[in-house]
């Protein structure tokens, strides 16, 4: 089968040849790749920021078809559309497999990413977990669902994360990204009043489109954006603020929003946090780590995608061949929203025939 993989750091990926997957364990899916994605974390990987089992499969944001499953499944028949978890394996015995549902995929023994230990969805089989991948809901398609694969389900968990009733604030830093237009919708779902705060003029275009209620422009200087936020919450400053870019002043400005006692959500993939103490440890912020949603979590994430009719801002492209190209423009911002790549034409243009005609 042809694969876009990432064969040496610092190189361009590759179009290869590789066996398609035959051997099923008993939880295993095999689905025939519809669309994947490509996320903002695929450079890291290639730029050997992160480290990763070469050669490998990129991208960790799939969906397709079910062909084939393993013997111990029964939530899944074939011909089910999925959407693809970028997580693999439990042993079942550690403290995180015998903790709550949402912390399962963090399995301390078994814990395997796709396109970091294990191929991913830039190919045209994929084997996935049916214990952490969500069937897709009738009225999506497989252009929305993919990019919540990664970017859905690290939003949603960072909004879930601040624990906010309907009524409270949240900041979003990175509001207009690919990532910070879906958590401004999420936190709208939820009831919540946003603050969105970007430093590109199409991000902020972004932000308000998605339904921040103020947004700021990080370019006017740290000190002007922390006086808006207090300005706009009565003084208070956000209860929460999640951030999800990786901006080096990002997370002071992030702690800086955020209220005394009120909590900092890290969603974005910094390699240090530059944060003066007197943003945190004066005003008693909680600062906390946030990576994806659990199984269940992401069926409510995709719930609420549908009930509230969240739009997914992205560029599609067409082909595996293409996707070396589609990286070089992710590198230099060349699309707006995120990078969706049709692998299988025929899935896509049937689901949008079947949504055509089910809407005449």
């Given at each position: ?163 906010l009733q309907p009524g409270q604030w949240i900041g979003i ?115 906390k780590g946030s990576f994806i949603c659990s199984q269940k ?54 689901r949008l025939c079947q949504e055509n005609r089910s809407n005449?």
């Amino acid at each position: 089968m042809l694969a876009c993989q990432i064969v040496e750091y610092h190189k361009p990926h590759q179009i290869r040849r590789i066996p398609t997957p035959q051997t099923l364990r008993p939880h295993d899916l095999l689905l025939k790749v519809a669309v994947a994605a490509l996320c903002h974390s695929d450079l890291e990987y290639v730029d050997g920021t992160l480290d990763i089992q070469l050669p490998v499969t990129a991208s960790h944001e799939g969906t397709g078809v079910v062909v084939a499953k393993g013997s111990a499944i029964t939530d899944f028949e074939i011909g089910d559309r999925v959407l693809a978890g970028q997580t693999y394996g439990r042993c079942g015995e550690c403290d995180d497999c015998q903790g709550p549902e949402n912390y399962r995929h963090y399995c301390e023994n078994k814990y395997n990413m796709m396109s970091v230990k294990r191929n991913g969805a830039f190919q045209e089989y994929l084997i996935v977990d049916a214990l952490q991948s969500t069937k897709i809901p009738d009225a999506m398609s497989f252009l929305t669902a993919a990019p919540l694969a990664c970017a859905g389900v690290t939003a949603w968990r960072g909004v879930l994360q601040a624990e906010l009733q309907p009524g409270q604030w949240i900041g979003i830093i990175g509001s207009g990204g690919g990532l910070g237009h879906l958590a401004v919708q999420f936190a709208k779902a939820r009831g919540l009043k946003v603050i969105g705060v970007d430093a590109r003029d199409d991000g902020l275009a972004l932000s308000r489109e998605a339904g921040a209620d103020i947004v700021l422009d990080a370019r006017i200087g740290k000190d002007r954006v922390v006086h808006e936020a207090f300005k706009v919450t009565g003084g208070k400053g956000a209860d929460a603020t999640v951030n999800v870019s990786d901006a080096k002043t990002a997370a002071a400005t992030a702690c800086a929003i955020t209220r005394k006692h009120g909590t900092m959500v890290q969603v974005a993939l910094a390699h240090e946090l530059g944060i003066p103490f007197e943003e945190y440890i004066f005003r008693d912020i909680r600062i906390k780590g946030s990576f994806i949603c659990s199984q269940k979590e992401t069926e409510e994430m995709l719930d609420v995608v549908v009930k509230h009719n969240i739009k997914v801002t992205s560029s599609i492209f067409y082909g595996i061949q293409e996707i070396p190209k589609i990286v070089e423009l992710l590198r230099e911002g060349k699309y707006q929203g995120k990078g969706v790549v049709v692998i299988d034409e025929e899935a896509v243009r049937g689901r949008l025939c079947q949504e055509n005609r089910s809407n005449l």
